[in-house]
């Protein structure tokens, strides 16, 4: 619709119906919908739904076509309903949890996914994605670390534009057929709360927040996201939903983002729960003044806004200003041409979970894997040897992540279907009734898929055992149940249960040639894990075919080249642990045995177990000194630092070059090393290749003692290599 037509039609709706725009209906509302937040009842009536300017969390091509039919012949100028849903690794089609795509240091893939998840939703009626969450972490208790793409700024913001660009396509003006809308969330720092439990207060300063936290929204800004959602906690002790600074000033006028700007779930009326509000009433000026457009499922915007204008404390412009805005994303989608937009049937039935979808979400999984050990080569397998399949996901399904609320957990392939149907000839055998072993595995899927054997836990675990003793090899598949990630799933452990460990060790004592295998949601304690076993593989939550891609990388059909997204801690009691921590005055610099008065602990290591960055392939890569084109560097100008990296093992393999820099003194302190850069590179055996990074002044900036995001003259280090810990250096003058 051409804008005047649109003012147009602006200019004919009332104030309950502009305010109406700002509403969004809860999905229970309607039969069907897929709750993911607190049902209360709201006192919401008829009236209330007839102006509703969306929905959310409701699927289907023939439910939503005949939801938005309904609505527009109701409402009073046929205005369409916008439908929103969490589409976060996938729809039908799950890929790998977005920590995982970290891992892939792979934006093209993570765009390709997200093109997916795009089609595949606007099949089903969607026109608006809560995803990408780009929130930055640094705490594996936080069960939400699943659904970001880790504790680097500079990854995450490539990692978000790259999804955006999949969801929205590359038309700024227009979300045409087959995408949707992309929201970014959530604003702001959501990922740093207290003690890594959910929804708990965030302290962070204003300069750690605009130096590490921002990065990746306004990379999903800049790449031309159309939404973002306000986060549910507080920062300098408003939450965000109320915080007219943050809302107005940062994001708005600092960020420059132009779209909607949506509460999460509820978070306008949890405002009186936090207690800055009094009541409903006072919430809703809270949050309007504060500059949120819509209000997530809950009736405080539409019961309260008219009041409020009326008795002038909101005023009726900045209503306008709201509503104007929903519309105008209504527009961008083609709503008012087409307010089916891409619903379909028949695309329903021809594209979900097609074979070139499944495909997709292979090959993407067999990227996110990250071997962190593999002794004595291990790995890969042969399919001559005769190798152990044992443990309780060996047969699971519920191998996607907490979000993959759209997926279907029966199409997802085992890792026993995996091997059987990707190396066919294989001397695979399967210990029976591993679930048993640990039953929490299938802690949601219990109920609907009862496990098969007649087992007992004990006999399980014999058989297991004796399986072992026989095999030349096992394969022992450990991990979290996936619900112990995503939302609302904080941990104050992060080790593998009792019964698991007891499973490995056992093993171990029959059959030292172990491999560990996997699946979960966040970053755990795996000293245990790594000291008993020779091989240890991260598959994470890998999605619909994680069984398949799997096997192929096991069986060395792929090598594996994940790199870790987030650092894997040494224990619980270190976190949050990050790579691109602050120096201090002073450092520990020996071992914290026999060291005093450092930064340090009594008992543990600072450093995590495997960094950030790390991980193995099957060939082993070798990397040359680091050198630079020039000692100094100018502004406006490009200083080249380059290296050579040889494949020095027997296998084709592919290493994620990484390039770090040091700023060795500024005006506040600066990271012991930031991500700058990174290139993949895929050599065969015995070949070399030559790495070169460009580095301008640009990526020197941060934001300096008196405010402003500059850099500063002074020596600058370089490290070049394989992950954070990266040794080979230069160094450089800016003047
Ligand atoms: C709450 C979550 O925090 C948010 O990420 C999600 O998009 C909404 N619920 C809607 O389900």
Not at 535 to 545: D, I, M, Q, S
Not at 630 to 651: D, P
């Amino acid at each position: 619709m051409q804008q005047e037509k649109l003012l147009a039609l602006f200019g004919e709706l009332s104030l309950e119906e502009k305010i109406g725009e700002l509403f969004q209906v809860p999905p229970f509302f309607f039969d069907g919908g897929n709750a993911t937040g607190p049902a209360e009842e709201m006192g919401i009536c008829s009236e209330d739904i007839r102006v509703a300017g969306s929905c959310l969390s409701l699927i289907g091509a023939q439910k939503l076509a005949q939801v938005q039919k309904l609505h527009m012949e109701n409402h009073p100028h046929h205005i369409p309903m916008l439908f929103m849903a969490d589409i976060i690794n996938g729809y039908r089609t799950v890929f790998p949890i977005p920590l995982a795509q970290g891992c892939t240091f792979d934006p093209d893939m993570t765009e390709k996914c997200a093109a997916i998840a795009a089609r595949e939703s606007a099949a089903s009626g969607i026109h608006v994605t809560f995803s990408p969450m780009v929130d930055l972490v640094r705490d594996a208790r936080w069960g939400r670390v699943m659904e970001s793409t880790g504790e680097d700024p500079y990854l995450n913001g490539l990692m978000a534009a790259a999804m955006v660009r999949g969801y929205q396509g590359q038309d700024r003006e227009h979300i045409g057929r087959g995408k949707v809308a992309a929201c970014v969330k959530h604003f702001a720092g959501y990922g740093a709360p207290d003690g890594g439990r959910d929804y708990n207060t965030v302290e962070l300063s204003e300069r750690t927040l605009r130096q590490d936290y921002l990065p990746g929204y306004q990379a999903a800004i800049d790449a031309g996201a159309a939404l973002v959602m306000t986060s549910f906690n507080t920062l300098d002790r408003v939450p965000s939903s109320a915080n007219a600074w943050l809302m107005r000033q940062v994001l708005r006028k600092e960020m420059g983002f132009d779209g909607v700007l949506i509460s999460d779930w509820a978070a306008i009326q949890e405002l009186i729960a936090h207690g800055i509000a009094e009541d409903a009433l006072q919430a809703a000026s809270l949050a309007m003044n504060a500059g949120v457009d819509i209000d997530m499922a809950t009736p405080v915007y539409i019961k309260n806004l008219k009041a409020l204008v009326e008795s002038g404390r909101v005023s009726e412009a900045l209503i306008d200003e709201a509503a104007l805005r929903v519309l105008m994303l209504k527009n961008k989608l083609g709503l008012f041409e087409n307010p089916y937009k891409d619903a379909s049937e028949a695309d329903e039935q021809s594209i979900l979970m097609c074979e070139s979808h499944r495909e997709a979400a292979r090959s993407c999984a067999e990227k996110t894997f990250v071997l962190l050990k593999n002794e004595e080569a291990l790995l890969p397998l042969n399919p001559e040897e005769t190798v152990a399949f044992i443990g309780p996901y060996v047969d699971s399904r519920f191998i996607s992540g907490a979000w993959s609320i759209f997926g279907d957990d029966d199409s997802c392939v085992t890792l026993r279907e995996g091997v059987k149907c990707m190396v066919p000839g294989a001397r695979a055998v399967f210990a029976p009734g591993c679930t048993l072993i640990d039953p929490g595995v299938e802690i949601v899927g219990f109920q609907k898929n009862p496990p098969r054997e007649t087992l007992d836990p004990e006999t399980a675990l014999a058989e297991a055992v004796r399986l072992a003793s026989t095999a030349d090899k096992v394969v022992l598949v450990l991990g979290e149940p996936r619900d112990y990630s995503g939302e609302c799933a904080s941990r104050s452990e992060l080790t593998l249960p009792k019964c698991q460990m007891k499973l490995l060790e056992q093993v171990c004592e029959v059959n030292p040639k172990v491999c560990v295998v996997l699946f979960n949601g966040r970053p755990l304690d795996l000293r245990q894990v790594s000291e008993a076993a020779q091989a240890v593989l991260e598959a994470w939550l890998p999605g619909t075919e994680g069984g398949s891609a799997l096997a192929r990388v096991l069986y060395g059909l792929e090598s594996p080249s994940g790199k870790l997204s987030m650092s894997m801690p040494y224990c619980v009691g270190q976190v949050p642990v990050y790579y691109n921590h602050m120096r201090t005055g002073r450092p520990l610099l020996g071992d914290y045995r026999t060291t005093k008065f450092c930064s340090q602990y009594l008992d543990i290591p600072n450093e995590p177990l495997y960094p950030f960055g790390y991980g193995l392939s099957y060939t082993s890569f070798a990397y040359s000194g680091v050198t630079l084109d020039r000692a100094s560097l100018h502004k406006g100008e490009t200083l080249r630092a380059s290296i050579r990296v040889t494949n020095t093992g027997t296998r084709t393999g592919t290493e994620t070059v990484q390039l770090y820099i040091q700023d060795v003194a500024g005006s506040v302190t600066r990271p012991v090393r930031e991500l700058k850069g990174f290139r993949k590179l895929t050599l065969a055996p015995g070949e070399s290749g030559q790495v070169t990074f460009d580095i301008t002044e640009q990526m020197l900036r941060f934001y300096t003692i008196s405010g402003d995001y500059a850099s500063e003259p002074g020596t600058f280090r370089i490290f070049i290599g394989p992950d954070s810990r990266a040794e080979q250096q230069a160094q450089f003058t800016l003047t």
